[in-house]
């Protein structure tokens, strides 16, 4: 008794050094009850839905309005948020009278309320449905195809609208219908196009250059072609463009395309500024898939065809996507074959395809899911109207001979993870929004930001064939319904722990398979997702932050490793022997203090004060079980443990650092599963009834009748099981409460779901966003990268003109606006521009010069260019960047074109993905180019060298006065 009234005494004495005020204040507004999360589910908005597959995509000019077609399963629908959240709209098509399934949809590029159809006859895609109210309701167009339905288009409104739709029979003896105008009652008329239509597209300048392009084929191969409309008459004359001789899509030779009988689908692109009537304004992207000819990627400039990516058995192309203008763009590819055992669909990505046959190509780095179990994804690839955005639906359709189309689209694999996905990195990375065919048996594990501004929630599958989980991320607090799935991957314990550092501003995040060595991080908010190879199997883990390096703390058995994980490669010490005899949770913090609560064979408390060096114990637990155990290290003057047990009777009890016993805290309950603290201490409690939290404000206090405790269940509904091992309670900005309910998921049933609770009284601390950097930063100099001193403009021999000239620089922020000037002279006197750029990719900065008339062959040119707008929105004018310069001089002839390597940038990248390292480049990325990239470090260790020089003379100087 005198011993534990001496430890009472010494940490209230503690408390009082540290100056530590136990009056509580507000910090969030919040309502103190506990609540559900809306967390992802198939009850509200069409988040997961099973079984589901996406045939066909197609968005209106406002980036909001997506339709997406569910061929196999009879369904239509729309989305207002971006593909956030779908309505079925199936209903509305059938009350028009329309037969399902439908197959294909086109919106009109200027009005996202009128949308055509493609629906059935007999079960096959010959009827063409429309709405002008954005699918409230439809008609019949009355189309009188006698063939199915290959392709759909939409014109921009010229005063009116037409529809195009191209029928294709497998033998070439298709094609292409045209309806004038939007009001029911309208007449299809046949526009005479001998062949079968694969894909079609209305010119984006249809009103001036009343052109429609078409992909087709015959049994002679597969040709481009560009016809020339008079919408007065409906007719199209198809030998205008290429006087009957159009080119045929192949890059080995006449006679070397697909036949219309080996095509299976195709797809076409066209350029923003595309003029069916200008030759230097006729350029197309296309895609062939079939069994026969030379399939893949092409681009067609006027009637010059070059082959972009060449197709394989296991690299087939599905869709492509363009975004850009003639000169300047960036394409997107989709497969259809995916990984079963990944469930992912590769998507590829260039950003020069306009400017050589040779382009660049880059696989994503986290495809689209979809292909689990059929190994098929037929990945449907689409830009936002803006071009900042990229969207992909998969489906697991059986397209794999020209015989399947259309009778494979009927196929269905259920929980095969075909979704809706997005990318905002030009398909670097893709996410999975919505129209997820996955299935959530029960969730994992919570984990939130210190600032509570971002959540990751991880789920288990345990059923179907392959049992994908996933891990979500939501960018709101507890009543957000915006989920995003940052990683779809099969667990091998299907027990999955989160954690982050809540320090500071870190955004990593960390999970792993329990029992397993399955153990990622995430340093980008989870887009990417590395291997930590830990070497052992994982109990539990911790990560912290000490002095800015962040920490992993891996617990395998009794033994704990560390790991270093702010380097690129992760570096783990040997393993440290905890002194316990069992152990179940692992916890560390800021301060070098590591504690681990031991388990039922030895359930006492393994701490080390020196980063997990070496350990110390504390005597046995009162209650043995499962230890949970955190320290409280507000005090310099010594570290306080806080543990409990899951055994019956358990209590909440304290141990001083260097007493010798358990001080019991009178908590209010029995049996804890969990302990959180920031300054209120919170335990979870569960008899084996209802789970409730008890709460004390001033856990410092230690014993009553000092410690002031109450519970925290008003909200919680009975039969409510807080018991997930081996944290069952996450605390965020000190206030926020998070905890599973640990039994399996029904969201309508109000089972297994994510509970809140905002706690009012707690003085949590308050979270301050990093203050902007200062103008100096803002301003600085940028760096010049491209045109330079190595680079010669090409100039084409067979007309003279000069290649198209991109200046390229880097800046280490986002700055709104630029002010670039190029000159024939080095002391910018001669003049020849003085531009304003605000670029389209802010962290891949660039502009095109939209004339180069004034640029003379052999000559030399210098440029420059400094920041105007800072990326706050502040105005001024920057430091100059380094002076390049760059000749201009013969070359080789178009479609030989030898083009400057993408830039490699640091930060996110939007639109323009960088050059992979190879062996020609690779030492530009080495230590070399990082010290001439990042000058402030050499100068800073210089500085250094010189401080420390003079602090050493001072000191000498002192010691001979001394």
């Known amino acids: 008794m005198l011993k534990s009234r001496l430890v009472t005494i010494a940490l209230l004495l503690i408390s009082a050094l540290t100056l530590f005020s136990g009056a509580p204040f507000p910090v969030n507004a919040g309502s103190m009850i506990w609540s559900m999360v809306d967390t992802p589910s198939d009850s509200y908005f069409n988040v997961i839905v099973s079984p589901c597959e996406i045939n066909a995509l197609a968005s209106g000019m406002d980036g909001r309005i997506l339709y997406a077609v569910d061929t196999a399963n009879l369904r239509l629908y729309r989305s207002d948020d971006g593909g956030a959240s779908w309505t079925d709209i199936t209903n509305n098509l059938t009350a028009g009278g329309a037969a399902l399934p439908a197959w294909n949809i086109a919106l009109a590029p200027d009005n996202p309320s009128f949308v055509a159809v493609v629906t059935s006859t007999g079960g096959l ?33 010229y005063g009116n609208y037409d529809v195009a739709a191209g029928t294709r029979t497998g033998g070439g003896a298709g094609t292409v219908y045209c309806l004038k105008g939007t009001s029911p009652g309208g007449t299809w008329v046949d526009q005479g196009l001998a062949g079968d239509v694969f894909a079609l597209k209305f010119s984006p300048n ?11 084929g015959t049994l002679a191969g597969t040709f481009f072609n560009v016809g020339i409309r008079d919408p007065n008459t409906n007719t199209t004359n198809w030998n205008t463009v290429y006087g009957g001789n159009p080119p045929e899509i192949t890059a080995a030779g006449a006679g070397t395309s697909p036949l219309a009988n080996q095509v299976i689908t195709a797809d076409l692109e066209l350029p923003l500024d595309f003029s069916g009537q200008a030759p230097s304004l006729c350029r197309a992207f296309i895609s062939i898939d079939a069994t026969g000819g030379n399939p893949g990627v092409y681009r067609i400039d006027n009637n ?104 494979g689209y009927a196929n269905i694999v259920p929980l095969d993870e075909s979704a809706f996905s997005i990318s905002r990195d030009s398909g670097r ?46 960018s709101a607090q507890a009543t957000a319904r915006s989920w995003e799935r940052v990683l779809c991957f099969t667990s091998a314990s299907n027990d999955v722990i989160l954690r982050m550092s809540n320090t500071g501003n870190d955004q990593a995040v960390f999970f792993a398979s329990r029992n397993t060595q399955d153990f990622r991080q995430s340093q980008d908010q989870g887009q990417i997702w590395k291997e930590m190879l830990p070497g052992s199997n994982i109990t539990d883990f911790t990560v912290t932050s000490i002095n800015n390096v962040r920490y992993v703390y891996v ?37 070098n203090l590591v504690i681990v609560g031991g388990d039922v064979a030895d359930s006492s408390v393994s701490f080390s004060i ?31 443990i806080y543990a409990a047990s899951n055994g019956a009777g358990s209590n909440i009890y304290a141990w001083l650092i260097g007493a010798p016993v358990w001080n019991e805290m009178q908590a209010p309950n029995l049996r804890y599963w969990s302990l959180a603290q920031m300054n209120t201490l919170y335990g979870v409690a569960d008899g084996g009834t209802n789970s409730v939290v008890d709460r004390s404000i001033n856990p410092e206090a230690v014993v009553p009748p000092d410690i002031l405790w109450d519970v925290l269940n008003t909200g919680l509904q009975p039969g409510v099981v807080f018991t997930r091992e081996p944290v069952a309670l996450k605390l965020s900005s000190g206030v926020n409460l998070w905890a599973i309910d640990n039994r399996a998921y029904n969201f309508a049933a109000g089972t297994g779901r994510l509970w809140h609770f905002c706690d009012c009284l707690s003085g949590g601390p308050t979270y301050k966003p990093p203050p902007p950097p200062p103008k100096e930063v803002l301003f600085a100099a940028p760096v010049a990268v491209a045109p330079g001193p190595d680079n010669v403009i090409p100039i084409y021999l067979e007309d003279n003109s000069i290649g198209q000239i991109t200046f390229e620089w880097k800046h280490n922020t986002a700055a709104g606006a630029y002010e670039l000037w190029l000159a024939r002279d080095n002391n910018f006197t001669k003049l020849l521009e003085q531009v304003t ?51 201009v001089a013969e070359n080789k002839p178009k479609g030989t074109v030898n083009v400057v390597p993408p830039v490699t940038v640091t930060g996110n990248i ?38 420390i020089i003079i602090a050493f003379l001072a000191g000498r100087k002192s010691a001979r006065k001394i």
């Open 125 to 157: 895609p010959r009827r063409v449905f429309a709405s002008i109210d954005g699918g409230q309701n439809w008609y019949d167009t009355n189309c009188p195809a006698a063939a199915n339905i290959g392709a759909i288009s939409i014109s921009f409104n």
């Open 206 to 216: 249809y009103r001036t250059d009343s052109s429609i392009s078409v992909v087709y």
């Open 304 to 407: 010059i065809v070059y082959q972009l990516m060449a197709a394989s058995g296991n690299k087939r192309i599905s869709s492509i996507a363009y975004f850009g203008t003639y000169a300047m763009g960036k394409l997107l590819c989709g497969e259809v074959r995916g990984d079963p055992a990944r469930a992912t669909v590769m998507t590829w990505f260039t950003d020069a395809p306009n400017t050589c046959p040779a382009t660049c190509w880059y696989p994503a780095e986290k495809p689209p899911t979809g292909a689990g179990t059929s190994g098929y994804g037929n990945a449907q690839v689409l830009w936002s109207p803006d071009g900042s955005l990229a969207y992909c639906g998969t489906s697991s359709a059986l397209l794999n001979a020209p015989g399947a189309w259309p009778a």
């Open 429 to 474: 990375t893709w996410n999975q929004l919505s129209l997820i065919d996955t299935r959530i048996d029960s969730l994992g594990d919570v984990v939130v930001s210190e600032d509570s501004s971002i959540m990751y929630l991880a789920s288990i599958n345990t059923t179907g064939a392959t049992n994908f989980d996933s891990i979500w991320r939501s």
């Open 555 to 591: 617990l395998s058995g009794i033994f704990i490793r560390r790991c270093n994980v702010t380097s690129l490669i992760p570096q783990w010490s040997s393993q440290i022997a905890t002194g316990l005899n069992a152990a179940h949770t692992i916890f560390a913090t800021p301060t």
């Open 610 to 640: 020196d980063g997990g060096n070496s350990f110390s114990r504390t005597s046995t637990l009162p209650v043995p079980g499962q230890v949970h155990a955190i320290v409280d290290y507000r005090f310099p003057a010594g570290a306080l």
């Open 837 to 887: 750029v605000s670029p389209q990719y802010r962290r891949s900065p660039e502009w095109t010069l939209p004339d180069n008339k004034d640029i003379k062959q052999g000559e030399t040119y210098y440029w420059k260019v400094r920041v105007t707008q800072a990326a706050t929105g502040e105005k001024g004018s920057g430091e100059w960047s380094n002076t390049l310069s760059f000749s």
């Open 910 to 947: 939007t639109g323009k993905i960088p050059a992979r390292p190879t062996a020609d480049n690779a030492p530009s990325t080495g230590i070399l180019s990082f010290l001439q990239n990042n000058l402030w470090i050499p100068l800073l260790g210089v500085l250094l060298i010189i401080l």
